[in-house]
Nanobody
């Protein structure tokens, strides 16, 4: 049974940083494409970042230069380092796993992913 468990969310002031973690189990983590998504109240789920098994990364334009996705296959964990946070980053953040993503742009599309975590809340106050 596949499990993805996010941690590291919380409340932070604008300009601050948070590091999210997502631990995976029940599947071959090292062969999977991993992604981070977020969903704010009243908005659709948005792809934030994705990382291939070889650690190539893709980012949404809204977070480029501020967020960094990384993975540690030995620990079955993917991370999202978030810097220079602003109120627009407030959302529930989810990690997701996919066996493949097809085209590179599919890495930021929710329908690409097979498995999802329960989410961790990030709140940025101005």
């Amino acid at each position: 049974q596949v499990h993805l468990v996010e941690s590291g969310g919380g409340s932070v002031q604008a300009g601050g940083s948070l590091r999210l973690s997502c631990a995976g189990s029940g599947y071959t983590f090292g062969n999977s494409f991993m992604g981070w998504f977020r969903q704010a109240p009243g908005k659709e789920r948005e792809g934030v970042a994705g990382i291939s098994r070889d650690a190539f990364a893709i980012y949404a334009d809204s977070v480029k230069g501020r967020f960094t996705i990384s993975r540690d296959n030995a620990k079955n964990t993917v991370y999202l380092q978030m810097n220079s946070l602003n109120s627009g980053d407030t959302a529930m953040y989810y990690c997701a796993a996919a066996s493949s993503v097809g085209t590179w742009s599919g890495a930021l599309q929710a329908e690409t992913y097979n498995y999802w975590g329960q989410g961790t809340q990030v709140t940025v106050s101005s």
